[in-house]
């Protein structure tokens, strides 16, 4: 849910904090950063919010996953929810630093601008790198959905991610990153549904560890 609201509030304002996730010119850097700093605050602070709620379900998921076992893919994806979460609580706050550099008319650095679109990146890539994990982890059999859904997360959602970054067209870039975020509102969705009740189903078919 918070997901989805930041995705739409993107869409309302036309203000994307994954702008500020690329490199750009200094001087169109901070300008950016002036003209969209009121919307620009208010994303990350629901960005804030979202990103603890996505590291307690990855650490919840991981546990699931592990059913009483914490083997090497389980351990990774909570490694890998954690780690992304940290480096997106980082990001976030380092783009408002930057907002208020911008704001007190002064330039802002072109190395500044490089480590965040480096370190951004590497938050993405572990992130999805965690979801491969989970598609690996999910047991073969069971539901269709929990089926073609771990095939998504293995040959579908990491080559998106990684290619969302090497596009080299503004319009590809943009789909791609936006089919990355979509993809990633309908995957906490299908993890929420195939993992409601798990307890109380207690081993029914469902495509997942009972």
């Known amino acids: 849910m918070l997901l989805g609201a930041l995705c739409l ?36 602070f629901v960005d804030d919010a979202f990103i603890a709620a996505y590291v307690i379900a990855s650490v919840t998921l991981a546990s699931a996953l592990a059913n009483g076992s914490w083997r090497p893919l389980p351990v990774l994806v909570a490694i890998g929810g954690v780690g992304a979460g940290v480096l997106d609580l980082a990001e976030n706050h380092h783009v408002l630093g930057l907002l208020r550099i911008a704001e007190l008319e002064r330039a802002v650095p072109m190395s500044e601008i490089l480590r965040r679109a480096e370190l951004s990146q590497l938050k993405w890539m572990v992130a999805h790198l965690a979801f491969t994990a989970v598609g690996v982890a999910m047991p073969r059999y069971g539901h269709r959905v929990a089926r073609w859904f771990r095939y998504s997360l293995i040959f579908v959602q990491l080559p998106l991610g990684a290619a969302a970054w090497v596009a080299t067209t503004p319009w590809l870039s943009t789909t791609l990153g936006w089919g990355r ?5 309908a995957g906490f969705a299908v993890i929420a549904w195939l993992y409601a009740d798990r307890d109380a189903a207690d081993g029914a078919e469902t495509g997942v560890p009972g």
């Open 9 to 44: 509030m993107i869409l309302t304002s036309g203000v994307s904090p994954q702008w500020f996730e690329q490199v750009h010119d200094p001087a169109a850097y901070a300008h950016a950063l002036r003209r969209d700093g009121s919307w620009l605050r208010t994303l990350l």
């Open 181 to 185: 975020l979509l993809g990633f509102v």
